[in-house]
C-alpha cells in the first residue's frame, strides 16, 4: 500500500532553527510520480492502489515513457523556485521500473538542475527487488528509501502478500539486509490496520530495536468500502453513519470501511502506547512522523504532514501517462487536473481547481471540529477519511476522530512540556 503522501519531513525543529520563519516547503509544491501506475509485484488485502488500472482505463504493460518522464522532470524542476526539488518515486511498486530507466531519471534531473539548485529523490518501496545491487545504486545516488513493513513477521505478513498468497517478510529482510550493507539510509512505513493496531508495542520495538529505524510513519488504514468505485466526497449522503455507531467501525456487515481499516479506537490506543514509549525511551532519537509534527504544531510552528495541516493541495501525484492528480489519494477520473502533454505542471498546481481542493480541507469542517480543542493539531486529519456524520447529524466528521480526541487529550499536556523543553533546554523536569 502506499501510504506515504506527506510533504517532505523534516527533523523535529529546535526553536533556534525556527525563529519565526516557516520552512521552505511552504512556497513549493511536491509531486508523488508513480512511473508503473498501479502495478505492483505483490497483492497486499488492503493496497488502495491496484484497482486504479481498471478505474483510470490504464495499459497494464505500459509503463511511464521517456518523454513523460522526460517532460515531467523539466516542468518539475523548472516550477520550484526553492534552493531544493524532492522527487518521489512511488507506485504500484517503482523498483519494477528496473535500474536502467532510473538511470535516465537521473540523467534527465542532471540536464534541467538548476544552478544552486539541490535535487533530492525518495523512493517508496515493498523491498522485494532490493539487493546489493539496487542498493549501491542508490547508495551512490544519494536516494532515500522508504520501506513499507507492517511489524514484526506475523504482523506484516497477515496483509503484506504475493498474488497467490505467499508471505514476503523474509524476502523484505534481505532487502534491508542489502541496504544495510550498503549504508543506505531508509525509513519505515507502517499501515496500521485492524491487525498490528493491536500491538503497538510490538511493531514500534520491532521497527527501532531490531532493524534500527530511526525514522518512522505511521499511516493509519481506513478504506471506504466503495473506495474503488467512489471518490472521495462523493458519498451518498444517507449511507453517512454517525460516528462511534456500529457503521462506523470495521467489521460489520453494513459497515462504511473495508474489514481491514483500522478502528477508531484501536488507533487511539496504538498511538498512545506508542508515544508514550517514544517519550519515555526516544525523544530526540527516533522520529515518528505523528509525533514530530504535533511537537511542532504545539510549538505554533507549521504542521510537517498535510493530514495535520490546515489546508492540503501541495502533495499533487503523476500518472504514468502524465495525468495530474490532486492527491495521491485523489487520483480519481474526479480530481483530474490535467495532462502535462497539454497543460503546466505549475498552472496546474496553482489553479482554482487545485486552490478549492487544498482550503476544502478547512472550510468544510464540520462545526464539532471547529469547537474541538485539538483543531489545531488535527484540523480535521485527512479529508479522504471525512466519511462519518457527528452526533448531532452533520456529514464532514473524521473516521479517527474517538482516536484521535483520545490520542490528544493523553498526549496534549506532554506535548506541551516537550514544547517547553524544546524552547528551553534548561528546564528539564518540566517533563
Ligand atoms: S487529501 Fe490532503 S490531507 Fe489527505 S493525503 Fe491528500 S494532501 Fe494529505
Ligand atoms: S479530534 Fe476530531 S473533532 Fe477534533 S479536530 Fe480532529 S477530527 Fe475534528
Known amino acids: ?37 498501479s502495478r505492483c509485484n505483490i497483492d497486499c488485502t488492503y493496497c488502495f492502489y491496484l484497482h486504479k488500472e481498471h478505474l483510470l482505463h490504464q495499459n497494464r504493460r505500459e509503463d511511464m515513457s521517456d518523454e513523460v518522464l522526460e517532460n515531467f522532470i523539466r516542468q518539475y524542476i523548472d516550477s520550484q523556485d526553492g534552493d531544493q526539488v524532492v522527487f518521489s518515486w512511488q507506485g504500484g511498486e517503482p523498483t519494477l521500473m528496473g535500474l536502467a530507466w532510473f538511470d535516465k531519471v537521473v540523467a534527465f534531473q542532471k540536464k534541467y538542475q538548476k544552478p544552486g539548485q539541490r535535487i533530492e529523490n525518495d523512493l517508496q518501496t515493498n523491498g522485494l527487488l532490493i539487493n546489493d545491487e539496487w542498493a549501491a545504486w542508490l547508495k551512490a545516488h544519494h536516494f532515500l528509501v522508504g520501506l513499507s513493513i507492517d ?10 502478500v504475493t498474488r497467490s498468497g505467499k508471505p514476503t517478510f523474509a524476502r523484505v529482510m534481505e532487502g534491508v539486509a542489502a541496504l544495510k550493507r550498503h549504508q543506505v539510509p531508509f525509513n519505515a512505513l507502517v499501515t496500521v490496520n485492524n491487525t498490528n493496531a493491536r500491538f503497538p508495542l510490538e511493531v514500534y520495538r520491532f521497527l527501532t530495536r531490531e532493524l534500527g529505524v530511526t525514522y518512522i510513519q505511521f499511516n493509519p488504514c481506513v478504506e471506504a468500502r466503495e473506495f474503488q468505485q467512489t471518490a472521495p466526497q462523493f458519498w451518498q449522503d444517507d449511507s453517512i453513519p454517525v460516528t462511534g455507531t456500529r457503521r462506523a467501525k470495521p467489521g ?9 481499516s483500522v478502528d477508531p479506537e484501536e488507533w487511539g490506543r496504538f498511538l498512545i502506547t506508542v508515544f508514550e514509549e517514544w517519550v519515555n525511551n526516544d525523544l530526540g532519537r527516533v522520529q515518528v512522523n505523528l509525533f514530530e509534527t504535533a511537537v511542532a504544531q504545539t510549538m505554533g510552528m507549521p504542521a510537517q504532514i498535510c493530514v495535520t495541516a490546515e489546508f492540503c493541495g501541495k502533495g499533487l501525484a503523476i500518472e504514468k501517462n502524465g495525468d495530474i492528480f490532486s492527491c495521491d489519494h485523489y487520483v480519481y477520473p474526479e480530481y483530474r487536473l ?20 487544498g482550503f476544502g480541507k478547512r472550510d468544510t469542517l464540520p462545526g464539532d471540529c471547529k469547537r474541538c480543542p485539538h483543531l489545531k493539531l488535527c484540523w480535521g486529519e485527512c479529508p479522504k477519511n471525512r466519511l462519518v456524520r457527528t452526533k448531532d447529524g452533520e456529514a464532514g466528521l473524521n473516521y479517527l476522530c474517538p482516536g484521535i480526541k483520545a490520542f490528544f487529550d493523553y498526549s496534549a499536556p506532554i506535548l506541551a512540556g516537550i514544547a517547553v523543553l524544546l524552547k528551553h533546554p534548561d528546564q528539564e523536569k518540566v517533563l
Not at 519565526?20 to 508503473?36: E, L, W
Not at 511489524?151 to 503484506?160: A, N, V
Not at 460489520?252 to 481491514?260: G, K, P
Not at 490535467?338 to 478549492?356: P, V, Y
Open 151 to 160: 511489524g514484526p513477521e506475523q504482523l506484516h505478513d497477515h496483509h503484506r
Open 1 to 37: 500500500m502506499k501510504h506515504s503522501t506527506t510533504l517532505p519531513v523534516t527533523a523535529l525543529p529546535s526553536a533556534e532553527k525556527y525563529q519565526g520563519k516557516g520552512p521552505a516547503y511552504q512556497r513549493r509544491f511536491h509531486v508523488m510520480a508513480k512511473p508503473t501506475g
Open 252 to 260: 460489520d456487515l453494513d459497515s462504511i470501511v473495508t474489514d481491514w
Open 338 to 357: 490535467g495532462n502535462l502533454a497539454d497543460a503546466r505542471l505549475a498552472h496546474m498546481a496553482i489553479s482554482e481547481r487545485q486552490k478549492a481542493f
